[in-house]
């Protein structure tokens, strides 16, 4: 194979670059320069993958990659083609703008001496995530698995707060859960198959289930392997560590965690299905069925979940799980259509979340870092871009026609009608009222972050002209009382106010007039740094517009993917 | 003015709450059992009255911790031994230990031991498994132990910055440990650190270097070398150790190391998938210098080995190194 060409070096080369974009950080401790390099390699990356891809689809070819001088049963392999191509570019897309968007966030939020660390852990997680796309080998699937875990704990605490440190233990305990069920699953399968790598797994998985030789530990193998990587990606019952994560990261994190991270493991699952247990197999054994009622169960209760949140990123982050469920039901379709409409829900949901979660930073850094529904009323008005993508995105989730969310909606739909009668009606009525249920929590966020600007104060310092002292006073002193109740306004400047308010109660004419000019001053100065920069709206407007791209031109995406899915 | 008027009476009803649920809901006012206020208490109010907050009865965190702990802690046991259960279950059927028709024992196996020799140049099978065959597996695990230590880095590592690790009161008590400890030496520690030591870390080089030749390897011999240094810190006291391991040096030889293993990997791995010869000698077998790139790579994964264990010693007693 001596005619190799050269493009077919773009998934080694990513995976190497990233890895020693990662290991060289250190000589750089600067979170800037950090930064640049990083974005750089990102770019690269992004690059090749997308060359590659349009190579791919055009040629419609895959090809192995030998890793060293051994091939396939002795050696390490990674394998290419237009789905893995297609999966690491809108990975690389995904996280270069996610960081740009949260870039202001993250020297806000990272302390400035570990900032390159938190660049490093990024180059480790997209290599590790796109050695998870390419592997073929079920050994390097667990170690890169491994180094995912870590890295994308990493991100969450690097916000150092006592919250983001409770949410990480949470994340590494069930993390690790997932990598030590893989690896059990791992081991099993090495003791009755004797091998590793993909390519040789099959046919002696097949010959096995045909001799129902060892079939017991073969079912235990699917089960735990699937069960592992579905903690991993927050499959509904084990998505208890999802929403604290996602919730109190820095907004990258949290935008790259539910965007990418997630994702990255249900990729491997599905080539893993395709090229180690083969989809027939699975729905022998129920694995399938399993995936499909969790994935059906978690739509639901994920949204259910996401109503009940005051506060913006964890309903976004339940949000997740809800989605999760989609691709997950996709999966458990058990056919080829289901599985075009999860890889695309994949694609969807990994340009519209990272969206969602950066506008509602956005929003908070104009809210006195409250994430807090209260505070945010009117919050898009003094940060309008944000706003903007922020609607968008939960149009999008919610599955309205231009968006991203309805042409995987619609598969989904077209998946279930070509499903048994078992499913189908389930799908259907899920898709119905998991699609209410997305519409009844984003639509009040979006109706209530665009809520004129109606701070109690303002309200009341004009009307204070020709009102009594009493009456002048009043609203601002419910309003402490109503601070002062909920008990949770410790951040919101809610709180503030009101204390002026009750300060200036009784004497309250011109007092009061210019105790809140004096809030009001502190107040902007509070808002001095609003994060609205160059970069966030750059990244903002590009997730919109590939929002916009991927819910108009679903076409020719969805054939790529057809395509890929034929060659895994 | 009349307008301004207006705008008053709104953000008052606003801050009463709407009547309708869900009018109340996209405020993101509080639900009726939230809300302090009532028309009643709002009349109170107005008339002059100070308003009383009702008590109402305020479940803790350790009550809720408790009452989870009660459902939680059985049904954990519960599922972790059915768990057990299963795989143990699951052991019966898979195929016998040590039996000579297993499925383990096939042309993977085989081709590593009977060409191990040929193919690598390295005696010790294991090594030219974990480092030839299989190198990229390995450059993997190596990275994992870099995101393992830069992770506690984040986490534990102090900067002047008012993380939340800078507790000055800790760091006080830290320093007034250190200068107790500086002063009263433990005698035998610190004589049977000073023996023993050198021939540790000794040791844990002659396994890195030997690892293709003998059992042993980077992973084996970096964490002994490793060890040698923690018992140098534990017995010398830390501001010793500094001398020659600091920061700026750990951070030098990690990388160093890891980008280093890193080049040579992308040389074969390249040069492999493009089916050109290496051109490296694999030397005589059973030689120190042999086995082409099997020692260097050794001697990196050892020194990675033994700052990521010294790493997490120093950041997790004093967070720093």
């Given at each position: 194979?001596?005619?190799?060409?050269?493009?077919?070096?773009?998934?080694?080369?990513?995976?190497?670059?990233?890895?020693?974009?990662?290991?060289?950080?250190?000589?750089?401790?600067?979170?800037?320069?950090?930064?640049?390099?990083?974005?750089?390699?990102?770019?690269?990356?992004?690059?090749?993958?997308?060359?590659?891809?349009?190579?791919?689809?055009?040629?419609?070819?895959?090809?192995?990659?030998?890793?060293?001088?051994?091939?396939?049963?002795?050696?390490?392999?990674?394998?290419?083609?237009?789905?893995?191509?297609?999966?690491?570019?809108?990975?690389?897309?995904?996280?270069?703008?996610?960081?740009?968007?949260?870039?202001?966030?993250?020297?806000?939020?990272?302390?400035?001496?570990?900032?390159?660390?938190?660049?490093?852990?990024?180059?480790?997680?997209?290599?590790?995530?796109?050695?998870?796309?390419?592997?073929?080998?079920?050994?390097?699937?667990?170690?890169?698995?491994?180094?995912?875990?870590?890295?994308?704990?990493?991100?969450?605490?690097?916000?150092?707060?006592?919250?983001?440190?409770?949410?990480?233990?949470?994340?590494?305990?069930?993390?690790?859960?997932?990598?030590?069920?893989?690896?059990?699953?791992?081991?099993?399968?090495?003791?009755?198959?004797?091998?590793?790598?993909?390519?040789?797994?099959?046919?002696?998985?097949?010959?096995?289930?045909?001799?129902?030789?060892?079939?017991?530990?073969?079912?235990?193998?699917?089960?735990?392997?699937?069960?592992?990587?579905?903690?991993?990606?927050?499959?509904?019952?084990?998505?208890?560590?999802?929403?604290?994560?996602?919730?109190?990261?820095?907004?990258?994190?949290?935008?790259?965690?539910?965007?990418?991270?997630?994702?990255?493991?249900?990729?491997?699952?599905?080539?893993?299905?395709?090229?180690?247990?083969?989809?027939?197999?699975?729905?022998?054994?129920?694995?399938?069925?399993?995936?499909?009622?969790?994935?059906?169960?978690?739509?639901?209760?994920?949204?259910?979940?996401?109503?009940?949140?005051?506060?913006?990123?964890?309903?976004?982050?339940?949000?997740?799980?809800?989605?999760?469920?989609?691709?997950?039901?996709?999966?458990?379709?058990?056919?080829?259509?289901?599985?075009?409409?999860?890889?695309?829900?994949?694609?969807?949901?990994?340009?519209?979340?990272?969206m969602l979660f950066l506008a509602a930073g956005g929003l908070a850094n104009v809210s006195g870092h409250s994430y807090e529904f209260k505070d945010l009323k009117g919050a898009a008005h003094r940060n309008k871009i944000a706003g903007v993508a922020f609607v968008i995105g939960a149009l999008s989730m919610i599955g309205i026609p231009l968006f991203a969310g309805f042409p995987s909606k619609l598969f989904f739909s077209t998946g279930a009608l070509h499903?048994?009668?078992?499913?189908?009606?389930?799908?259907?009525?899920?898709?119905?009222?998991?699609?209410?249920?997305?519409?009844?929590?984003?639509?009040?966020?979006?109706?209530?972050?665009?809520?004129?600007?109606?701070?109690?104060?303002?309200?009341?310092?004009?009307g204070s002209d020709d009102h009594s002292a009493s009456h002048g006073g009043e609203p601002e002193a419910v309003h402490a009382v109503h601070a002062e109740a909920l008990g949770h306004g410790s951040i919101s400047h809610a709180v503030s106010h009101g204390a002026a308010a009750v300060a200036d109660a009784g004497h309250a004419d011109s007092g009061g007039h210019e105790l809140l000019h004096d809030t009001d001053g502190a107040h902007e100065m509070h808002?001095?740094?609003?994060?609205?920069?160059?970069?966030?709206?750059?990244?903002?407007?590009?997730?919109?517009?590939?929002?916009?791209?991927?819910?108009?031109?679903?076409?020719?995406?969805?054939?790529?993917?057809?395509?890929?899915?034929?060659?895994? | 003015?009349?307008?301004?008027?207006?705008?008053?009476?709104?953000?008052?009803?606003?801050?009463?709450?709407?009547?309708?649920?869900?009018?109340?809901?996209?405020?993101?006012?509080?639900?009726?059992?939230?809300?302090?206020?009532?028309?009643?208490?709002?009349?109170?109010?107005?008339?002059?009255?100070?308003?009383?907050?009702?008590?109402?009865?305020?479940?803790?965190?350790?009550?809720?911790?408790?009452?989870?702990?009660?459902?939680?802690?059985?049904?954990?046991?519960?599922?972790?031994?059915?768990?057990?259960?299963?795989?143990?279950?699951?052991?019966?059927?898979?195929?016998?230990?040590?039996?000579?028709?297993?499925?383990?024992?096939?042309?993977?196996?085989?081709?590593?031991?009977?060409?191990?020799?040929?193919?690598?140049?390295?005696?010790?099978?294991?090594?030219?498994?974990?480092?030839?065959?299989?190198?990229?597996?390995?450059?993997?695990?190596?990275?994992?132990?870099?995101?393992?230590?830069?992770?506690?880095?984040?986490?534990?590592?102090?900067?002047?910055?008012?993380?939340?690790?800078?507790?000055?009161?800790?760091?006080?008590?830290?320093?007034?440990?250190?200068?107790?400890?500086?002063?009263?030496r433990d005698v035998i520690l610190r004589t049977m650190a000073g023996i023993i030591s050198p021939f540790v870390i000794l040791f844990g080089i002659y396994v890195v270097l030997n690892g293709h030749i003998s059992p042993g390897g980077g992973f084996s011999g970096g964490a002994i070398i490793g060890a040698g240094l923690i018992l140098i810190s534990q017995g010398f006291g830390s501001a010793k150790t500094k001398k020659f391991f600091n920061f700026k040096?750990?951070?030098?030889?990690?990388?160093?190391?890891?980008?280093?293993?890193?080049?040579?990997?992308?040389?074969?791995?390249?040069?492999?998938?493009?089916?050109?010869?290496?051109?490296?000698?694999?030397?005589?077998?059973?030689?120190?210098?042999?086995?082409?790139?099997?020692?260097?790579?050794?001697?990196?994964?050892?020194?990675?080995?033994?700052?990521?264990?010294?790493?997490?010693?120093?950041?997790?007693?004093?967070?720093?190194?």
């Open positions: 194979m001596h005619d190799m060409p050269f493009i077919y070096n773009f998934p080694f080369f990513s995976i190497l670059l990233t890895l020693i974009g990662g290991m060289s950080m250190p000589f750089f401790r600067n979170g800037r320069v950090a930064q640049k390099i990083n974005m750089g390699i990102i770019i690269a990356v992004g690059v090749m993958n997308f060359i590659l891809f349009c190579n791919l689809v055009s040629t419609g070819e895959h090809f192995t990659y030998m890793m060293g001088h051994f091939p396939a049963p002795w050696g390490n392999e990674i394998r290419g083609g237009p789905f893995e191509a297609l999966m690491a570019t809108v990975f690389a897309f995904v996280m270069g703008f996610a960081i740009l968007g949260g870039v202001f966030n993250i020297y806000e939020d990272v302390p400035k001496k570990k900032q390159y660390l938190y660049f490093l852990m990024m180059n480790l997680l997209l290599s590790s995530m796109i050695a998870l796309i390419y592997t073929n080998d079920m050994f390097t699937a667990y170690v890169f698995i491994e180094i995912n875990t870590l890295a994308a704990c990493a991100i969450v605490m690097s916000k150092d707060s006592g919250e983001t440190i409770v949410a990480t233990i949470r994340y590494l305990i069930m993390s690790l859960l997932g990598s030590g069920l893989f690896l059990m699953g791992l081991a099993l399968l090495y003791n009755i198959t004797g091998h590793l790598l993909m390519e040789s797994l099959q046919p002696v998985i097949l010959q096995m289930a045909e001799s129902e030789q060892y079939y017991l530990p073969l079912t235990v193998v699917f089960a735990v392997t699937t069960l592992g990587l579905c903690v991993k990606s927050a499959l509904y019952p084990f998505h208890s560590w999802l929403p604290g994560a996602h919730g109190s990261a820095t907004s990258s994190s949290s935008a790259i965690l539910s965007g990418l991270v997630l994702k990255g493991y249900i990729i491997l699952l599905m080539k893993m299905m395709y090229r180690v247990y083969t989809p027939e197999l699975l729905a022998k054994l129920h694995i399938t069925d399993a995936i499909f009622v969790l994935g059906i169960i978690g739509m639901i209760m994920g949204s259910i979940h996401a109503l009940r949140e005051r506060h913006i990123k964890r309903m976004t982050a339940y949000s997740s799980v809800a989605q999760i469920g989609y691709i997950f039901m996709g999966i458990g379709l058990n056919s080829e259509v289901g599985m075009m409409a999860a890889s695309f829900h994949i694609l969807s949901h990994a340009i519209t979340k990272p499903s048994d009668y078992f499913r189908m009606p389930l799908v259907l009525i899920a898709l119905a009222v998991s699609t209410a249920l997305n519409a009844l929590y984003y639509l009040p966020v979006c109706i209530n972050i665009w809520r004129m600007k109606d701070e109690p104060g303002h309200g009341h310092g004009h808002h001095g740094k609003t994060g609205i920069t160059p970069a966030f709206v750059v990244s903002m407007v590009v997730f919109i517009a590939s929002n916009f791209g991927l819910g108009i031109f679903y076409g020719p995406v969805m054939d790529a993917i057809r395509k890929g899915l034929e060659l895994l | 003015m009349s307008e301004k008027h207006e705008s008053h009476e709104t953000s008052e009803t606003e801050y009463k709450g709407s009547k309708n649920p869900f009018v109340a809901w996209v405020n993101a006012d509080p639900t009726p059992e939230e809300a302090p206020w009532t028309e009643e208490k709002l009349e109170a109010l107005r008339a002059g009255e100070t308003y009383v907050r009702e008590e109402k009865p305020v479940i803790t965190e350790e009550e809720r911790a408790r009452r989870f702990n009660k459902v939680y802690k059985p049904l954990a046991v519960v599922l972790c031994c059915a768990f057990i259960a299963l795989l143990v279950f699951v052991c019966l059927y898979t195929p016998p230990f040590g039996a000579t028709d297993v499925p383990t024992n096939n042309e993977v196996s085989f081709k590593y031991i009977e060409d191990g020799l040929a193919d690598t140049g390295a005696t010790n099978v294991v090594a030219g498994m974990i480092l030839d065959y299989r190198a990229f597996d390995t450059l993997g695990e190596s990275s994992v132990l870099f995101t393992a230590v830069m992770s506690v880095m984040i986490l534990l590592r102090k900067d002047r910055d008012g993380s939340l690790v800078n507790d000055p009161a800790e760091d006080a008590a830290l320093a007034k440990e250190e200068k107790i400890s500086v002063q009263h040096v750990f951070t030098i030889i990690t990388s160093c190391s890891l980008l280093s293993y890193a080049a040579l990997k992308c040389y074969s791995f390249y040069t492999g998938s493009h089916h050109i010869e290496t051109g490296i000698p694999h030397g005589i077998p059973g030689a120190i210098l042999s086995s082409g790139f099997i020692l260097p790579l050794n001697i990196f994964v050892g020194l990675i080995v033994a700052c990521t264990m010294f790493g997490f010693y120093s950041l997790f007693t004093k967070g720093e190194i």
